[in-house]
């Protein structure tokens, strides 16, 4: 089971296709493709800024003259983070965007974790419907 976490888009927009599912926990696509990763997910502010962070450990790395060794940890390093905090930046981004976390879902998939989310959304909306009167 996954936990994913559930975006609601700005104010004044209802469609539901613009929530978002973010799943929680380390993402090996994130560890593997670094910046690519997040263009992907359209995290531009946190693509380049993570693109600098790369270029500014390689730089210091020729400057100081690091060893081949060091250099491979610190880019290990920086691939580990992201993968494990990937999914911070995206909320982050998305936040910037006038998103708002709104939920906490767990489930097998992002397909089920929406049918979960709106599934909830659907009880609650039934549960203040005002009663028939039988009169």
Request: charged content about 20%; overall charge negative; proline content about 4%.
């Amino acid at each position: 089971m996954a936990v994913f976490t559930v975006h609601l888009p700005p104010a004044g927009v209802s469609e539901p296709e613009k929530i978002r599912f973010l799943r929680e926990g380390f993402s090996f696509p994130a560890f593997a493709f670094g910046p690519f990763w997040l263009l992907w997910k359209r995290a531009w502010l946190a693509a380049v800024g993570w693109t600098l962070l790369l270029v500014v450990i390689g730089v210091g790395g020729y400057v100081f003259k690091m060893n081949k060794d060091a250099m491979s940890f610190l880019g290990m390093a920086s691939a580990l983070i992201l993968g494990f905090e990937g999914d911070r930046l995206l909320a982050w981004s998305l936040q910037r965007r006038g998103y708002a976390e709104g939920d906490v879902v767990i489930a097998d998939n992002e397909d089920e974790a929406e049918e979960v989310y709106f599934g909830r959304l659907r009880a609650a909306s039934l549960k203040t419907l005002p009663a028939e009167s039988g009169a």
